[in-house]
């Protein structure tokens, strides 16, 4: 992956006065722009708030929207709530597991496909559901897996994409 | 104002806490997350009573709760203890091996928890009280990590803390000692780093770290008698204020 460049992440600080309680506010900005929190930034952020490290790193691990390592550009949620997972939402999450080679929780090796599983997102009537980024699938079958993944594109790896 | 704690009367203080009141006259309440210096943790749950007002009963936790009327306290009653009973098990399901939550498992005669897969290195239950012993250090070294069922004490991306002073206090508060320290060779071991013990001047025994003393000096001024151990600074103490009386 692209060295990335942390000197926007002064812009979405100083968006905020340096207050301990704009702390989960500016890590969610950070996370929107980088899809993680760099090592770095979160240093920034003890400095420009004084708020110790491991206090830091306690809220940064504690929420699921923020995370330490890189995330995709396309993180897929599969449902794995009680109505998805009798209607076999495993068996979506190990066709995706089988296409992209990673399992829940992990990225892609080239940063494009991010898989988590979610408990629930509300749309139990269209149940197995799966998003990607922002975008809703319902009554997902094992076969169109395959064809939802094709809509971005393929993986810029060929090898993995057999 | 008067309480009564199992049938005894207790003389207590407004806003003063059930534990207290109860270790003040001689009564038992087992408590693990409990620290005299570090009071307010309520995370072991352990310490539970009844109380009773009226016809109202309510169970809490009685190293939090102050007592503002003349109330009537169970300890040992037959819901606490089976209330306990089930808080020592989810304990002893999380630490099984630990000694001291074999000795409460004992205590309460109940067996081993077998239902759930454990971990048997496990002694740590989660109480927070390293946590807070650390930033009323002043330090920040640890704190909690992730939650569920993955929530662990630990310092930042797990490495050596760069803010660590490595004085122990952690492990020291710690009621399951499951905080791995280790002294040796005038080195101690604690948190994945290593520190230079140094000796105290006048016993000549390894007592603290070097960046621990740094610490006190920095905080306490240079003639606080940060070079003795804990031992020989009690001492010198008492010899002043031996030296004070015998003019």
Known sequence: ?162 | MEIIIDGKKCEAQYGEYLLDIARKNGIHIPTLCHSDALPGQATCRLCIVEVVEGSRRRVVTSCVFPVTREVEVFTNSEKIRRMRKNIIRLLSARAPKNEFIQKLREEYGLLQETRFAVDEKENCILCGLCVRACEEMGIFAISTVNRGIEKKVSTPFDEASDVCIGCGACAFVCPTRAINIMDENGVRHLWNKEFQLVKCQKCGEYFTTREHQEYMKQKFGEDNNYTLCEKCRKKAAGEKMAECYRI
């Open chain 1, 1 to 162: 992956m692209e060295l990335k460049d942390f000197s926007y992440a002064r812009t979405i600080l100083e968006q905020y006065p340096p207050e301990r309680r704009f702390l989960l506010a500016i890590l969610q900005d950070i996370q929107k722009h980088y899809n993680y929190i760099p090592r770095p930034i979160l240093e920034m952020l003890r400095d420009y708030l004084d708020v110790p490290l491991s206090k830091l790193y306690s809220v940064a691990t504690f929420y699921k929207a923020l995370s330490l390592k890189p995330k995709g550009r396309y993180v897929i949620k599969v449902c794995d709530g009680t109505a998805c997972h009798l209607k076999s939402s495993q068996s979506i999450i190990d066709e995706i597991k089988k296409v992209l080679k990673i399992v829940p929780g992990s990225t892609t090796g080239d940063g494009k496909f991010s898989l988590e599983t979610v408990n629930c997102l509300g749309s139990c009537a269209v149940s197995p559901v799966m998003v990607i980024n922002d975008r809703f699938y319902g009554r997902v079958t094992p076969s169109r897996v395959r064809e939802i993944l094709e809509e971005y594109g393929r993986l810029e790896n060929e090898q993995t994409w057999k």
